[in-house]
């Protein structure tokens, strides 16, 4: 394949897998990030005009995001940042596949939620390729949000777990992302919004007794009312 590829978020989970695997098949790839000395800068929060700094490309993978103290940050530079790369895909006329969320909703409980929709929104109009993966997990490593709890089930004898969350998780292999990925790379799929999870459905607390029996692994769940967990994680938020 000759079209040139560019990944954001080149130091996230899935960026590094995603980027390994298209080098071994052989796709040019390249991507950014978010220091200044590395080849191709791109950061969310920058007004910087990478124009003239980013590579031509043909394909946009987006999977950058920023963690911010301040929600307002936060919002503000993933929405600014994010509709700057996409600008500057449409000017190469490349195509554009945005890698967002499942728990991305107008109503979604979690901020991350709220401004990973409305990227998704910016991104239509941009005529993206929107996929929704469920919980990302890699059997073959403890990275991302899955591996961190496997990691903690794994060393710690107790945890504690929010009681009283009905909201649902759906997992989504790294794999699958990737061969959907590709996918799109190959053919114009003509669905361009594509929800990507496997069938069964963990509440946390299933999860983590899940990710227990995996591993053989006896661990004692101490219940804590999620509506505490809530309130002290908004008093940071605010502070």
């Known amino acids: 394949m000759n079209k040139k590829i560019l990944i ?60 911010h103290y301040s929600i307002h940050k936060e919002r503000k530079h993933n929405i600014n940042g994010s509709e700057k790369i996409f600008k500057l895909a449409k000017k190469n006329k490349a195509k554009i596949i945005y890698i967002s969320s499942q728990s991305a909703a107008e109503n979604s409980l979690s901020n991350y939620g709220k401004i990973k929709f409305e990227i998704e929104q910016i991104a239509e109009k941009y005529d993206a390729y929107i996929i929704k993966p469920g919980l990302i997990y890699d059997t073959r490593s403890q990275l991302g949000i899955y591996g961190y709890i496997e990691n903690l089930v794994k060393k710690m004898p107790f945890i504690f777990v929010p009681n009283g969350l009905s909201k649902t998780i759906n997992l989504c292999n790294i794999d699958m992302l990737i061969f959907t990925i590709v996918e799109i790379l190959d053919n114009n799929n003509k669905n361009q919004k594509i929800d990507l999870f496997e069938k069964e459905k963990y509440t946390l607390i299933e999860l983590v ?7 053989n ?16 994680l908004r008093s940071l938020e605010i502070l």
Do not use: M
Request: aromatic fraction near 16%; proline fraction near 2%.
């Open 8 to 67: 954001t978020g080149s130091s996230g989970f899935i960026a590094k897998n995603l980027k390994i695997y298209l080098l071994n098949k052989h796709y040019e790839v390249e991507s950014t990030s978010r220091f200044k000395k590395n080849k191709f800068f791109f950061d969310l929060e920058s007004i910087t005009n990478y124009e003239n700094i980013l590579p031509k490309f043909d394909i946009l993978i987006h999977l950058a995001y920023l963690r």
């Open 217 to 232: 692994k006896k661990i004692i769940l101490i219940p804590i009312n999620y509506k505490l967990i809530f309130y002290i």
């Open 209 to 215: 007794k899940n990710i227990a029996k995996k591993n």
